[in-house]
């Protein structure tokens, strides 16, 4: 019998037997969904004005923090997106970077750990705060500030400019950040990889997946189906993770509790076209040919394992036509939730390390 931390690798030799998923349309291809998801998210460019503070120099790597400007607001002020860099002291020429977002919650310092063990690597590591999150919190703890604006974006009248920092304002800020590395002369744009834990993991396929600048691509615990999570009364945990917002919303909808419907039209304001064209299954498939590495937990609340067997099963078929198997790394950890296991971290930094080590890589 499978203990509760015994954790079960698939190499996905053998393709997943998806369970059906009734939808009210089907998805456009992924490479119109590719198009239509950047062009939904566009935003006048801003000047990057890139703002450093002094390096820290300490056990032979060198932080330093620094901001870029990410885009003007309709209100007129200018986004600016707070960055953490972690590097070897010494090295020189161009290197590859590793992107490394935080959950709900947390924040660029958080991951400081990972920073430090891809620097260690000869790997720059990078964290940015999310929207609403750290420095860009207001003061406020956690999520605090990031509920509060979910639920003013919900509550935003139709047709009027609305903010959407579910998700989607912090993947426009990865671009702006792939923008300002590729201009950074240390930086190989050819060897930059993001890597994302929860709500992280979810902005990392979400960024990546239609950004082929992103070289490498490791989401933990963030793969899903948020169509089948719905359609199957398993969207609790995903509520519950912005709780707050939910329960605005079913008040604002006269639902005497948060419910399907209730996510639906949640989900359907704040995150547009995530329930079809911009879910994982979709999305996922347009990493094939760039190294992808996965890992979930068997009973994780906040990713069902059914939904997240969808978009694995979608990726498998779509890097076996890429004739890249061998670039897709699938670990789900029986008896285990929401959570990264210390043996699917030290395999997912392993993982990106190889791929990243190459001086160059195939276009897919």
């Known amino acids: 019998m499978i203990g509760p931390r015994l954790h079960v690798f698939i190499l996905l030799t053998v393709p997943f037997s998806a369970p059906a998923l009734a939808q009210d349309r ?4 992924p490479v119109e969904a590719k198009a239509a998801f950047l062009k939904l998210l566009d935003r006048p460019k801003v000047p990057p004005d890139i703002v450093r503070a002094k390096p820290v120099e300490k056990n032979g790597l060198v932080s330093t923090r620094w901001s870029f400007a990410s885009e003007k607001k309709a209100d007129g002020t200018v986004e600016r997106v707070p960055v953490l860099s972690v590097a070897p002291a010494g090295k020189t020429g161009k290197r590859p970077v590793m992107i490394v977002l935080h959950g709900t919650g947390g924040n660029k310092d958080g991951v400081v750990s990972w920073l430090d063990e891809f620097a260690r690597q000869g790997i720059i590591g990078i964290a940015i705060d999310a929207r609403y999150h750290g420095d860009r919190s207001g003061g406020k703890k956690g999520a605090e500030a990031y509920v509060a604006a979910i639920t003013r974006a919900w509550q935003t009248p139709t047709g009027k400019p609305m903010e959407h920092p579910f998700y989607y304002d912090t993947v426009w800020d990865l671009w702006r950040l792939l923008d300002v590395l590729e201009s950074q002369p240390e930086i190989d744009p050819k060897r930059i990889g993001m890597l994302g834990i ?18 490498v691509a490791a989401p933990l615990i963030g793969v899903q189906s948020f169509r089948w999570s719905l359609e199957h ?9 912005i709780k707050a917002a939910h329960e605005a919303a079913a008040r604002d909808l006269k639902e005497p509790a948060v419910n399907a419907r209730v996510c639906r039209e949640l989900w359907g304001k704040v995150i547009p076209g995530v329930l079809d064209d911009y879910d994982c299954p979709n999305l996922i498939q347009l990493f094939a040919g760039r190294p992808l590495f996965i890992a979930n937990g068997e009973l994780d609340g906040n990713c069902p394992v059914e939904g997240a067997k969808l978009a694995i099963a979608t990726a498998e078929e779509a890097f076996i036509k890429a004739s890249a198997r061998d670039k897709l790394e699938v670990r789900v950890n029986a008896g285990v939730g929401h959570q990264v296991t210390p043996e699917d971290r030290k395999a997912a930094i392993a993982f990106c390390g190889k791929w990243l080590s190459s001086a160059s890589r195939k276009s897919p």
């Open 198 to 215: 929860s709500m992280g993991g979810i902005e990392t396929w979400l960024a990546a997946s239609v950004d082929d600048r992103v070289a």
């Open 233 to 241: 009364e398993k969207w609790q945990g995903r509520a519950n993770t």
């Open 26 to 29: 089907q998805p456009v291809p």
